[in-house]
């Protein structure tokens, strides 16, 4: 088991498989975009799938999350969800994406195997897209939502960071918007994990403010803590539900006393937190004949020293030198 010093159990893998993205959200990375890891450096999908092994069959994992960068523009991505579906015990097998050729994948993804999906998308305003993300892709991002949807990937889930002055003023439309088409969504509130170190909290969203704009216009009631688990939204029965809405404080509301997750780099790193300082070099390890015993070894060793707490509030924290797309959000 992957097991910390303060008893947490880490059953929830996220893998990013590439830290270059197609779009440039500017709570993200530079509108020029970064130096990207150099091919050589990227696990191979041989290579992923035999740590996702290693974390399912050996390590207790249950969930697994590809993500990136973003994760469609990897190539092998059908092949590697198939392999990942096939392992056993079967582990949910998740994507987080920001559903640019989610259209034409949507459908093959399903089919091998991945069981759900979050798509990523800010604003329903064309311009405020563009301006956000850097590229006109808003209309590629709805078409792969619906694609999500008819492809069963259900339930479709919708990731929403806010800006102030951006888009904050679209909380209560995009719901609207979710509700109507049968999506959850979820607010993230902005971390400091930006390429650019750009990020102030006086400017950050909070998840207060997000709860209050959508209170002016919908009836919401906090759902079954016992439903809450690990899940970092903190979730909200809409006008009496069955829908629901999500927010994800990370910053004010921190859940790191529930944390599950641990995240894998697309060059091999093992992170036991978004926020870590200190990674665990599995690839090296594997590429210098590492056996699956040793690499097991390794990864629970890098969870052990896992902090109590991501240390946003510390005025010692310092933001990790890896931002949100090299690391696997
Ligand atoms: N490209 C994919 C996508 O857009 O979903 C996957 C990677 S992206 C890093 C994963 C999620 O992290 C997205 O929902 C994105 O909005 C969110 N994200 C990125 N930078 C963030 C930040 N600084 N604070 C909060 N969320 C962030």
């Known amino acids: 088991m992957l097991r910390d010093s303060y008893g947490r159990v880490a059953t929830d893998l996220r893998v990013s498989l590439t830290d270059k993205c197609n779009l440039r959200c500017t709570y993200c990375m530079p509108p020029e975009g970064l130096d990207w890891l150099p091919k050589p450096e990227l696990l191979t999908a041989d290579e992923i799938v035999r740590l996702v092994a290693i974390g399912v069959e050996r390590l207790g994992v249950t969930e697994v999350r590809y993500t990136g960068g973003e994760p469609l523009l990897r190539r092998e991505l059908v092949d590697i969800v198939a392999r990942t579906a096939a392992l056993s015990p079967r582990p949910e097998v998740m994507l987080t994406t920001n559903g640019i050729g989610l259209a034409r994948l949507a459908a093959p993804l399903a089919e091998a195997g991945l069981d759900r999906v979050n798509v990523s998308l800010d604003t329903l305003e064309r311009d405020t897209f563009k301006r956000l993300a850097h590229r006109d892709r808003f209309d590629d991002v709805i078409a792969g939502l619906a694609a999500a949807d008819a492809a069963g990937l259900r339930p479709v889930k919708v990731n929403t960071v806010l800006m102030r002055g951006i888009n904050d003023h679209e909380a209560p439309a995009l719901l609207r918007y979710c509700l109507k088409q049968g ?147």
Not at 261 to 271: E, H, I, N
Request: with cysteine; glycine share 10%; net charge negative.
């Open 183 to 329: 999506y959850e969504l979820r607010f993230i509130e902005q971390m400091p994990l930006d390429a650019q170190h750009g990020w102030s909290r006086k400017d950050m969203v909070t998840a207060d403010e997000i709860l209050a704009m959508l209170k002016a216009e919908f009836d919401l009631r906090p759902d079954d803590p016992e439903e809450r688990g690990s899940a970092p939204a903190e979730r909200f029965l809409v006008d009496g539900g069955p829908e629901r809405v999500g927010v994800i404080g990370s910053v004010t509301r921190p859940f790191c006393g529930a944390c599950d997750r641990v995240r894998l780099t697309a060059d091999g790193q093992v992170r036991n937190c978004l926020f870590a300082r200190e990674e665990s070099d599995l690839k090296t390890a594997m590429r210098d004949g590492a056996g699956d015993d040793e690499l097991a070894a390794r990864w629970i060793a890098a969870v052990a020293t896992k902090l109590p707490g991501h240390g946003i509030d510390d005025p010692a924290f310092l933001q990790p030198a890896r931002p949100m797309s090299a690391i696997g959000g």
